[in-house]
């Protein structure tokens, strides 16, 4: 028999930094070449900004993840929707066109969905934002294309 190893993901144990890999093959840059070749600094972005979950198991398609007060997550989008619920905190969330950029807070116990192929940026509350982020597919077929917006620069 298999234990069940129940958590809260509100609570401040079983997190680890965010792993970045800028070359990462699924990690595309918006011209159409990798972010691994792209004018910005991943690690440098990311330090600090943004942990995820120990406990939860990534073959259910999802992440428990968490974003430090006002961190952005840089302009992006992906080629399948993505489902994401906020636990504890806020975000703030841009989506759309530049020519018809639109603006949702997302506040505990609220969600957004992105479709493919739009992008948005994520910028986190005054107290941080603890949620998850899951998808209809297997995360093997995720691709993420990033944007000039919200990075530190190379």
């Not at 943004?50 to 406990?55: A, E, L, P, Y």
């Not at 952005?72 to 905190?89: A, D, Q, S, W, Y």
Request: hydrophobic share 40%; glycine share 10%.
């Amino acid at each position: 028999m298999v234990a069940i190893d129940f958590f809260n993901l509100v609570d401040d144990i079983d997190w680890a930094d965010m792993p970045v890999k800028q070359t990462y093959s699924k990690y595309l840059w918006h011209d159409g070449g990798s972010l691994g070749d792209a004018p910005v600094d991943m690690a440098a972005t990311f330090a600090g900004g943004m942990q995820i979950s120990t406990k939860i198991d990534r073959s259910f398609n999802q992440n428990g993840l968490r974003c430090s007060p006002n961190f952005t997550v840089p302009r992006h989008h992906h080629n399948i929707p993505e489902l994401i619920i906020v636990l504890k905190g806020e975000f703030t969330i841009e989506f759309g066109d530049d020519d018809n950029l639109q603006r949702q807070r997302v506040i505990a116990g609220g969600q957004f969905i992105s479709q493919p192929g739009t992008p948005y940026t994520m910028i986190a509350g005054p107290d941080g934002v603890t949620y998850i982020e899951t998808w209809p597919e297997p995360m093997v077929t995720l691709e993420t294309v990033w944007y000039d917006h919200g990075w530190v620069p190379r």
